[in-house]
C-alpha cells in the first residue's frame, strides 16, 4: 500500500494574510501517468470534494503505477466565503462579475483582482509543474440540473475519457469557445491570452474533462456516490488501477454529437406549489407519468403534472433563474408559465449540416 502525503501550496495574495492550499499526492515510485483531479475552484460547488475524500484511501491500496495528486479545495478563499467567488455576497448571481470566476482567469495575473492573483500562484507554482497526463476538473450546477461530464468536442481522446465517468449526461464543448468568448467580450484585464486548465492540458499533450454533479451548497449521497465510481473508473482508464470500469451498461446520453436531441420544458399551467413525485434529475421518465402536483392557491385545486414525453430528466423541480444562489428562488411555488421540468431525449437522427443545435 502507497501512504498519501498530505502536500502545501503556499499562496500569497495582496492585502490578505499567506494561506496554504492542501493536496494529496499518491505516488507509486513506478513509472507512469499522473492524474490530477481538483474540486471547489468554485466555493459553492462541494460535492467532488466529498467524493475525492472517499477516493483517497482506495487510491492508497489500489494504484498499480504512476501519481495521483488530489486536491479537494482548490480556491480555499471561495471555500471560506461559501460562495462561488471570492467576493460573492449574499445572493450575488454567479456572473455578475466574470473576471471574480478563477474559471475565467487562467493562466491568472499576479496584479490582477485576488481571483487572478490566486490563479497565478495556483497555475503557476502548481498546476503548470504538475503537468498532469490526465486531468478532471470538479464542478456542480445548481440542484434541479443534472449532472453531466463534459468532453472537448475537439478531442476524441477526451471524449472517450470523460465516458468513462459514467454519467447520465455526456455534452460535448469547445473549451475553444470560453476563450473566444471572454477576448471578445473584453474581459482580459491582461495582456495574457485566457484558456482553460482542460485546454491547456490538450494543447500540452494530455487528456482531461470537467464534471458538472448535481447540486451546489450540498453534499449529496447519490452525487458522491457517482463521483467516487467515476474516479475509480477514470483511474482504471489511465492504467493506474486495475479492473473493468463500472457503470458503463447505463449508457450516458450524448447531449451533441452529430445528433439530434429534443427537450420539452414542462411549464405550470397556473401558479401554484408544485410537490415533486420522488424523480431526481437524470432519471429516465416515459410519458405520461406523473412528475408532480401543482396545488392552485386560489381554487385549491390539485392539477397533475404529467410527462408529455419519454426521456431524461434535464431539470426537475420548481427552478428558476438565481435558483441555488437566492434562498427565494429554490421555493416550491411557481408562477403561470414557471418550468417544473425539463425532459431530453434522443430522436436517432443526425443533425443536418445547416441544422442547428437544440
Ligand atoms: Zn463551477
Not at 495582456?191 to 492540458?201: G, V
Request: proline share 5%; glycine share 8%.
Amino acid at each position: 500500500m502507497v501512504r498519501a502525503k498530505v502536500k502545501y501550496l503556499p499562496v500569497k495574495i495582496k492585502n490578505r494574510p499567506e494561506y496554504r492550499m492542501a493536496y494529496w499526492d499518491i505516488d507509486s515510485g513506478r513509472e507512469g501517468p499522473c492524474l490530477l483531479v481538483t474540486a471547489a475552484l468554485h466555493g459553492n460547488e462541494v460535492q467532488g470534494s466529498e467524493a475525492i475524500r472517499r477516493f483517497c484511501p482506495m487510491a492508497e491500496k489500489k494504484i498499480l503505477k504512476g501519481r495521483i495528486l488530489l486536491v479537494p479545495f482548490a480556491n480555499p478563499l471561495a471555500l471560506w466565503n461559501r460562495r462561488p467567488h471570492i467576493v460573492s455576497t449574499l445572493a450575488e448571481p454567479f456572473g455578475k462579475e466574470e473576471k471574480d470566476n478563477i474559471n475565467r482567469t487562467w493562466p491568472g495575473d499576479p496584479d490582477g483582482n485576488e481571483s487572478e492573483q490566486v490563479a497565478h500562484i495556483f497555475f503557476n507554482d502548481f498546476f503548470k509543474k504538475v503537468a498532469p497526463t490526465y486531468y478532471i476538473d470538479l464542478h456542480c450546477y445548481n440542484r434541479f440540473t443534472l449532472a453531466c461530464s463534459l468532453a472537448d468536442e475537439k478531442h476524441p481522446e477526451s471524449i472517450e475519457f470523460a465516458e468513462a465517468a459514467a454519467f447520465p449526461i455526456r455534452r460535448l464543448f469547445s473549451w475553444d469557445q470560453v476563450k473566444g468568448k471572454e477576448e471578445k467580450k473584453g474581459l482580459s484585464s491582461t495582456n495574457h491570452k485566457k484558456f482553460s486548465l482542460p485546454q491547456w492540458i490538450r494543447d500540452n499533450g494530455g487528456t482531461a474533462f470537467a464534471v458538472e454533479f448535481s447540486g451546489q451548497y450540498e453534499i449529496t449521497e447519490k452525487e458522491v456516490q457517482r463521483g467516487v465510481r467515476m474516479l475509480c473508473n477514470c483511474a482504471k482508464y489511465t492504467g493506474i488501477f486495475r479492473g473493468r470500469l463500472e457503470g458503463m451498461n447505463d449508457k450516458p446520453m450524448i447531449y451533441r454529437e452529430g445528433r439530434e436531441t429534443r427537450m420539452i420544458a414542462v411549464k405550470a399551467p397556473v401558479a401554484g406549489l408544485f410537490a415533486e413525485n420522488g424523480f431526481s434529475n437524470g432519471d429516465f421518465v416515459r410519458k405520461g407519468d406523473l412528475l408532480g402536483t401543482l396545488f392552485d392557491d386560489k381554487t385549491l385545486k390539485t392539477i397533475k403534472i404529467k410527462a408529455p414525453m419519454e426521456g431524461y430528466l434535464y431539470l426537475y423541480g420548481s427552478t428558476r433563474k438565481r435558483c441555488d444562489v437566492d434562498l427565494a428562488a429554490m421555493h416550491p411555488y411557481s408562477d403561470k408559465d414557471g418550468i417544473l421540468a425539463s425532459i431530453i431525449s434522443d430522436t436517432g437522427k443526425k443533425i443536418k449540416k445547416s441544422g442547428k443545435r437544440r
